[in-house]
């Protein structure tokens, strides 16, 4: 019985010692493998994060660079992606500078790139300097000082002035005039976005102003908004603050010069007599023929008024902006808030269209006049009609001088030839 007993001991504890063993030994054997796999795995997951975001770097680097000497007018920094991306570009420049004789060939030209990018033609003498030298790197502080400085760059707003009339008074020489002036980027094109496209936004509307950097004004010009019901309200909506201009001409030369267009056009338009009248016999004008209606300054003005005060409006002189453009525009600088650059050494008199012209640029071999579609020469008007139009809009203009408190005096041309007979 004790043998059996004995036995029985040995063989219960023997395999559990030997299970014990066993399994420690896969234990320590599975830990070990694990460590060294983890090990491998981390370093491997290591240099490539390291690799991944020195292609990152430089990548993004390199974007910002191609941007900010980008020829195209279209193309901005963002500030935002500028401040996101600083930490990662310091990284990557470092590890350029790090290279050989780096700083020895950049330092003595960023600086001076930098310092002549303050002109649209230093922005394109940077953007070729960055073709002469495609190894240029620069720290972000020097990135940004060469982003402020370039002129080619800023961003899209919404216009702080507009020309909002009257058709045929002059707005295009105004707007042509004033492109001039280094601080001011205007539409070329007329939007016409709170008359006909108002349903596309605000953000559709912006897109379509020219960049400007801080100091600049963004301008457009669309003259029929000043006879546009809707506009002051969708305009004050927009802002209440704009500065708004308007060219304004003697009523009765504004509406020949009106029907002389149309007639390029539509050279089968009746007369300009035969439009005017409802009946010509009992005098009756007819103010609802557009050409005509226009001319009522005061009627239009009054809807201006509800939504912004005068110290908000200009006006200017169609017949002085021929005789004394320099004039004219020196008092719409002033209204503008800007320095009297363009002044009478930018015009002179063109004798063939009857009207100033801006003298041409001094990289240009023609001066800048305005198109075919100007100076034409208007159709005689029998003066008994031009007398009764003038009878019918004295009142008009009397009340249009006392709403804006300017004398325009054009009841002194009643009795003579017309002046500024052309288109």
Avoid at 308 to 313: A, C, E, G, K, Y
């Amino acid at each position: 019985m004790a043998f059996w007993s004995s036995t029985s001991v040995f063989t219960s504890k023997v395999p559990r010692k030997i299970l014990f063993m066993f399994t420690l030994s896969l234990s320590v054997t599975y830990l070990f493998y694990s460590l060294m796999s983890c090990y491998n795995s981390f370093q491997f997951q290591e240099n490539y994060v390291y690799q991944g975001r020195l292609v990152t770097e430089e990548t993004t680097f390199v974007t910002l660079r191609e941007k900010l000497y980008s020829t195209s007018p279209q193309v901005y920094l963002d500030e935002e992606l500028i401040e996101r991306t600083a930490t990662e570009q310091t990284i990557a420049v470092s590890s350029v500078i790090n290279s050989v004789g780096f700083e020895e060939r950049t330092a003595g030209w960023v600086r001076p790139q930098a310092a002549t990018a303050s002109s649209v033609s230093g922005a394109a003498a940077a953007a070729a300097g960055e073709r002469e030298h495609p190894e240029f790197s620069t720290t972000d502080s020097d990135l940004r000082r060469a982003l402020n400085c370039t002129s080619d760059y800023g961003v899209k707003k919404l216009p702080q002035a507009i020309i909002i009339g009257v058709k045929k008074g002059g707005t295009r020489a105004l707007l042509e005039a004033l492109r001039v002036h280094p601080d001011v980027r205007a539409v070329g094109n007329e939007p016409h976005f709170f008359d006909r496209n108002y349903e596309k936004g605000l953000d559709w509307y912006r897109e379509l102003m020219p960049s400007t950097l801080e100091g600049q004004i963004t301008m457009e010009k669309t003259p029929s908004y000043f006879v546009t019901n809707s506009a002051p309200k969708r305009i004050h909506t927009m802002a209440r603050d704009i500065k708004l201009i308007i060219v304004v001409r003697n009523p009765v030369t504004r509406a020949i010069s009106d029907y002389t267009q149309t007639l390029s056009k539509r050279p089968e338009i009746p007369t300009f007599e035969v439009l005017a009248f409802k009946n010509r016999t009992l005098g009756l004008i007819d103010a609802s023929w557009s050409a005509l209606r226009i001319g009522i300054y005061a009627l239009h003005l009054e809807s201006w008024m509800q939504y912004f005060p005068l110290s908000q409006m200009h006006f200017v002189s169609g017949e002085r902006l021929i005789v004394d453009p320099a004039g004219e525009m020196a008092k719409v600088q002033d209204f503008l808030g800007l320095k009297r650059i363009v002044t009478d050494k930018h015009f002179y008199f063109n004798k063939t269209k009857g009207f100033p012209c801006l003298k041409k640029p001094e990289d240009s071999s023609t001066p800048r006049c305005l198109g075919k579609s100007k100076g034409r020469t208007h159709p005689k008007i029998d003066p008994d009609v031009i007398r009764r139009l003038h009878k019918f809009y004295k009142p008009f203009n009397m009340m249009f001088y006392q709403m804006t408190g300017q004398n325009f005096q054009w009841e002194l041309e009643e009795d003579g030839a017309l002046p500024g007979s052309r288109d």
